[in-house]
Nanobody
Framework: QVQLVESGGGLVQPGGSLRLSCAAS????????MGWYRQAPGKERELVAAITSGGSTNYADSVKGRFTISRDNAKNTVYLQMNSLKPEDTAVYYC???????????????WGKGTLVTVSS
């Protein structure tokens, strides 16, 4: 079964940095886009950043210039480098992948369980 496992969350002071990782495993045929979403308490889940298999990226306006998404296709892994963190970046961060488990099937979304990022002094 497909699994997406995130790591790298934690507590950091404002202005600090964290690097999130998400590894996809389990009978994967191909992965199209991968991305990071976040959900703060009382708010809806929102897109943070996404990257296609070809390396094209897309960022939320609130993180442009501070966050960088990258991926290692050989390892089925996506990363999110977060710099200049702000208290408003506090949220559970979820990994997402649009992938296929067989050439016979269309791609669908898979989600990780999330990792908590807390930005506080």
């Amino acid at each position: 079964q497909v699994q997406l496992v995130e790591s790298g969350g934690g507590l950091v002071q404002p202005g600090g940095s964290l690097r999130l990782s998400c590894a996809a495993s389990g009978g994967i045929f191909s992965i199209n886009a991968m991305g990071w979403y976040r959900q703060a308490p009382g708010k809806e889940r929102e897109l943070v950043a996404a990257i296609t298999s070809g390396g094209s990226t897309n960022y939320a306006d609130s993180v442009k210039g501070r966050f960088t998404i990258s991926r290692d296709n050989a390892k089925n892994t996506v990363y999110l480098q977060m710099n200049s963190l702000k208290p408003e970046d506090t949220a559970v961060y979820y990994c997402n992948a649009d992938l296929r488990v067989s050439p016979l099937f269309r791609g669908r979304d898979y989600w990780g369980k999330g990792t908590l990022v807390t930005v506080s002094s």
